[in-house]
């Protein structure tokens, strides 16, 4: 047998180490998230709104690498908290309009503690976080750019 098996070993495999990453970062911002009363996705999200008070639902979903199937259960459960409203576009009603509400300004103040926590428990320089950001935002254009 001259088969090549050697790709399919997982200590071969980019994809892994990446998910296994991911799953870590969200358990490790869980107990950081859960003072605050949101998932990571909610977290996520309300980062976007912070950034730019309001969006239709397609940006958000776009910023987020999210579909609208999985963005519209986050954004009901955000806007019944009051930390968002979601109303029809006045310029085209087939868009839905996501905006920032008081009560969800005041939460990026509670929230303003994460990102030190985190950056505490990864225990990697600014310069290896940067190397890191770089690459894989150029993987996920890469992979996004595919897509097309």
Known sequence: MNENYESLKLGNQLCFPLYACAKEVVRHYKPYLDELDLTYTQYITMMVLWEYRTL???????????????????????????????????????NLVVSITKAGEDLRSQAL?????????????PEEAMVLYKLLYKLLGNMTESDT
């Open 113 to 125: 503690t994460i990102p030190p926590k985190m950056s505490a428990c990864a225990n990697i320089s």
């Open 56 to 94: 239709n639902v397609k940006e958000l979903g776009e910023k987020l690498y999210l579909d609208s199937g999985t963005l519209t259960p986050v954004l009901k459960k955000l806007e019944s908290k009051g930390y968002i409203t979601r109303e029809r576009s006045e310029k085209d009603e087939r």
